[in-house]
């Protein structure tokens, strides 16, 4: 069975691994854990733990419960008390990690609870800051202050050095393919290759690196950004190491759902420029990947993951 370990954090990574879990491969999930917003933020801050909302959506879409166990999961209070805005699954990994001691074996009893369809890894145990340097030189910290601020980024790092989980480090020595999963590019994707450590695993594997390529822009990290910029700016994070696949969207999305990322979350369609992209020594897979069944953009997970998988079986 082949070994899969995808690099990222947020929906993006939990939407791909709901169509990779379909398939007979041998998942490894390395999470970002530098999230410092709403539920998550507050835990962080309270218990001095690692940030687990992403944690959880990963876990959910790796599982084989019940609807009603991922509506309790993702359930968020909404009331006067110190709950509000508290999701249940938050406060249980948290509750998990104090009771086994450390959030990986924490998050591996949940993971046996839920029957998991491959490993969650969080890529430190460290209460780890994201910062980020901007184009007018500003240095902000936190994550959600970054996504926040009205300025393009010129690099991102971490406050502190932090100790990497060794079992992420054995995942991607091991791993036949390294998927950088679409999401936000330098608040998600990147805060795992900003990471000495695992730059130094993925140099020295012989696993091909893909990414999956986002279908819309992320204000205030990827604005204007084409197929192109997105590898770029991933491969100057990965230093001597290039990414070698890319994934991306060629189907048509509607004047009417633009028109609606645009005013609402002012988000553009990221363009698959396919001749600036074949000069970057790329393999190039493209499909008709848009989905808009639940009113949101999303990528067809199905037809996503079975590319993933044709593309590793031939």
């Given amino acids: 069975m082949k070994k899969v370990v995808v ?16 398939f007979p491969l ?20 309270e218990f001095n733990t690692i940030a687990v909302g992403d944690i959880r959506r990963v876990i959910v879409s ?5 609807p009603l166990i991922e509506k309790l999961m993702n359930y968020r209070f909404e009331t006067t008390s110190d709950l509000n805005g508290h999701t249940v699954g938050n406060l249980i990994l948290t509750a998990l990690a104090n009771i086994t001691g450390n959030m990986s ?23 780890v800051i994201l910062a980020a340097t901007m184009m007018d030189n500003k240095n902000i910290i936190g994550e959600h202050n970054i996504t926040e601020y009205n300025g393009q980024i010129k690099k991102v790092y971490y406050k502190e050095k932090s100790t990497t989980n060794p079992l992420v480090l ?15 590019l330098y608040t998600s994707v990147i805060p795992n290759l900003i990471n000495s450590d695992i730059k130094k695993e993925i140099k020295n594997s012989k696993a091909k690196i893909m990414y999956i390529c986002n ?39 509607s004047e009417e759902v633009i028109k ?26 493209h499909n008709n990947y848009v989905d808009y069944s639940e009113g949101y953009l999303r990528h067809k997970v199905d037809k996503l993951a079975l590319d993933i998988y044709a593309y590793l079986i031939k």
């Fill in 7 to 22: 690099l990222g954090g947020g929906t993006g990574m939990s939407t791909l691994l709901k169509g990779l879990k379909l």
């Fill in 26 to 45: 041998d998942i490894t999930a390395v999470v970002s854990v530098s999230d410092d917003g709403k539920s998550t933020g507050r835990l962080r801050e």
């Fill in 62 to 66: 790796l599982a084989e419960t019940e």
């Fill in 105 to 127: 074996d924490g998050i591996e009893s949940l993971s046996n609870v839920f029957n998991l369809h491959g490993k969650v890894l969080p890529l430190t145990e460290d209460n």
């Fill in 170 to 184: 054995e995942a991607v020595r091991n791993a036949d393919l390294i998927i950088l999963s679409m999401g936000s």
């Fill in 215 to 253: 279908m819309m822009t992320q204000p205030g990290e990827t604005d204007n950004f084409k197929a192109s910029d997105h590898i770029k700016a991933l491969n100057k994070y990965l230093g001597k190491r290039k990414v070698d696949i890319i994934i991306a969207n060629d189907g048509n999305i």
């Fill in 260 to 285: 609606k990322y645009k005013d609402s979350e002012q988000k553009d369609v990221v363009e698959f420029d396919k001749e600036n992209l074949k000069k970057l020594s790329l393999h190039i897979i």
